[in-house]
């Protein structure tokens, strides 16, 4: 088996000696090359040609914004409609991030060692699965994406990363706090679009999941659409306002379990549809934040990658 190892030197916890210890480890089991990413978006051209040179399976060293580059191109000449998950390379995530949401979601370790350990056992063993993506206009994602609020808050969480700062659980809660109180002086902007049906309307955030979790908080996962799954369409959930202390508590309420009444929407299992806005919104990806949007289609596109987990 040929494999491609692509490795983001600049992810929070991906080290030299991390790096070396799974190279020693994929060498035991595969024909290895290992690249190594120079700049953003370069994991995307590095599994592209891996793809092109016919590698069979593509190793991430990183975090998740690495498996979303890597994962784009993979699919770079993909059918948007779905499936081919059996011509293309597979995959193989060894977390380095901060969150490392993709790896864990899909039951990998979340320290590097014991993922690749995993992985291993995993090739001896020919164990895999099929998920299926999600696509915002003409880029895939793999676990969640957002407008609003959500966004808001990762743009600032890169801003301060920037700076030399660390993305830590504290940083992300300190940011949602600052950003739902600027929120509170504007009027919800976004609207749900689904085919046939009337639009859901007056939206202050969007987030739209692919699987479960949405994210991590340290050890806790955070679920606001517990039913999303790699194996079905994409689940939306929308709070109507921030201004309301319904609103408040119910966004409050994602620390504890999923969030519920008559501020919260929430739609399960959607093929397609689009998240459109009067102003431009912050827009993020897998947690890669993505600039602003105005209008922005999804897809779900059903059995797009095998997995090795």
């Not at 991906?14 to 120079?38: H, K, P, Q, Y």
Request: with cysteine.
């Amino acid at each position: 088996m040929r494999a491609l190892l692509v490795v983001n030197p600049k992810a929070t916890t991906t080290t030299e000696r991390t790096r070396d210890v799974l190279v020693r480890a994929l060498r035991s089991e595969v024909d290895l090359t290992v690249a190594t990413t120079r700049r953003r978006g370069h994991g995307g051209e590095l599994a592209r040609q891996g793809a092109a040179d016919g590698v069979d399976l593509v190793v991430t060293l990183g975090g998740d914004g690495t498996v979303n580059e890597v994962v784009n191109g993979l699919l770079a000449d993909a059918d948007p409609a779905g499936g081919g998950s059996d011509r293309r390379p597979a995959l193989a995530v060894v977390p380095g991030g901060s969150t490392n949401v993709f790896a864990r979601a899909i039951g990998l370790p979340r320290e590097p060692t014991e993922g690749t350990g995993a992985i291993l056992e995993a090739l001896r063993l020919g164990r895999s699965r099929t998920v299926g993506l999600g696509r915002a206009d003409d880029r895939y994602f793999v676990f969640c994406a957002g407008l609003g609020l959500d966004a808001a808050v990762i743009r600032e969480v890169e801003r301060a990363r920037l700076r030399g700062r660390t993305a830590t659980a504290g940083r992300y809660l300190r940011a949602a706090a600052r950003q739902y109180l600027v929120e509170l002086g504007e009027e919800p902007a976004l609207a749900l679009e689904r085919p046939g049906e009337e639009p859901d309307t007056g939206l202050a955030t969007a987030l739209v999941q692919n699987g479960a979790p949405w994210t991590y908080l340290g050890d806790r996962p955070i679920d606001p659409n517990p039913d999303a799954s790699f194996d079905k369409g994409l689940d939306v959930l929308g709070f109507r306002g921030l201004r309301s202390p319904g609103s408040a508590w119910a966004a409050l309420r994602m620390l504890a379990g999923p969030p519920r009444g008559r501020h919260v929407l929430r739609r399960h299992d959607l093929s397609e549809f689009a998240v459109t806005s009067h102003r431009p919104e912050p827009f993020h990806l897998d947690g890669d934040y993505l600039g602003e949007r105005q209008k922005v289609r999804f897809l779900s596109v059903p059995d797009a990658v095998r997995v090795i987990c």
